[in-house]
Antibody, heavy 122, light 111 residues
Framework: QVQLVESGGGVVQPGRSLRLSCAASGFIFRSYTMHWVRQAPGKGLEWVALISYDGSNKYYADSVKGRFTISRDNSKNTLYLQMNSLRAEDTAVYFC???????????????WGQGTMVTVSS | QSVLTQPPSVSGAPGQRVTISCTGSSSNIGADYDVHWYQQLPGRAPKLLIYDNNNRPSGVPDRFSGSKSGTSASLAITGLQAEDEADYYCQSYDSSLSGSVFGGGTKLTVL
């Protein structure tokens, strides 16, 4: 079935780095725009970044621009989020999500992973 | 402070109808970008409820409906059921931010 599974979360000290992965299955991964969305404990959803189907276009929320990098390996059906210079305010559950259809960047997110928790603390 | 504004909470008795508003601006909803709605149960990932303002994915009951006008959108839930108790989020695209934006979320309580 169509599925996204995140991994790579954990506890990390401020200023350090972490790489999240999102393994896709059950659909043609290389055809879809993909997103990362996060949710701080007890808070709402915050869009983090998107990458086009072929990796040629990437956009970021201002809160992570210059620190996070989104990428994908279509041969491995995997989405990544490289997080550098982590801060306490980056503590959140990170979800990967698929854009609905083959639409533009304003499309809905129709498939979500279960999320992976990232805790930034000394 | 979220770019899209939702009421923090709404409530209703079983069987009643409730609406959740989502107010944006001229760079997102008002710029004719579509609005999408998600339901999030405690400890779970969000689930797409309404896409492109008023479309339901397969499997979503027709008790859920969406509308959009000007710089605002609304989610309506009729025939409230206990299992509808959840957090609801609106989402759109913002041209000035070049990315998606979410509302702050609305907690629905079924009395």
């Amino acid at each position: 079935q169509v599925q996204l599974v995140e991994s790579g979360g954990g506890v990390v000290q401020p200023g350090r780095s972490l790489r999240l992965s999102c393994a896709a299955s059950g659909f043609i991964f290389r055809s879809y725009t993909m997103h990362w969305v996060r949710q701080a404990p007890g808070k709402g959803l915050e869009w983090v970044a998107l990458i086009s189907y072929d990796g040629s276009n990437k956009y970021y929320a201002d809160s992570v621009k210059g620190r996070f990098t989104i990428s994908r390996d279509n041969s491995k059906n995997t989405l990544y989020l490289q997080m550098n210079s982590l801060r306490a305010e980056d503590t959140a559950v990170y979800f990967c999500a698929r854009a609905l259809g083959y639409g533009d960047y304003s499309s809905a997110f129709d498939i979500w992973g279960q999320g992976t928790m990232v805790t930034v603390s000394s | 402070q979220s770019v899209l504004t939702q009421p923090p909470s709404v409530s209703g008795a079983p069987g009643q109808r409730v609406t959740i508003s989502c107010t944006g601006s001229s760079s997102n909803i008002g710029a004719d970008y579509d609005v999408h709605w998600y339901q999030q149960l405690p400890g779970r990932a969000p689930k797409l409820l309404i896409y492109d303002n008023n479309n339901r994915p397969s499997g979503v009951p027709d008790r859920f409906s969406g509308s959009k006008s000007g710089t605002s959108a609304s989610l309506a839930i009729t025939g409230l059921q206990a299992e509808d108790e959840a957090d609801y989020y609106c989402q759109s695209y913002d041209s000035s931010l070049s990315g998606s934006v979410f509302g702050g979320g609305t907690k629905l309580t079924v009395l």
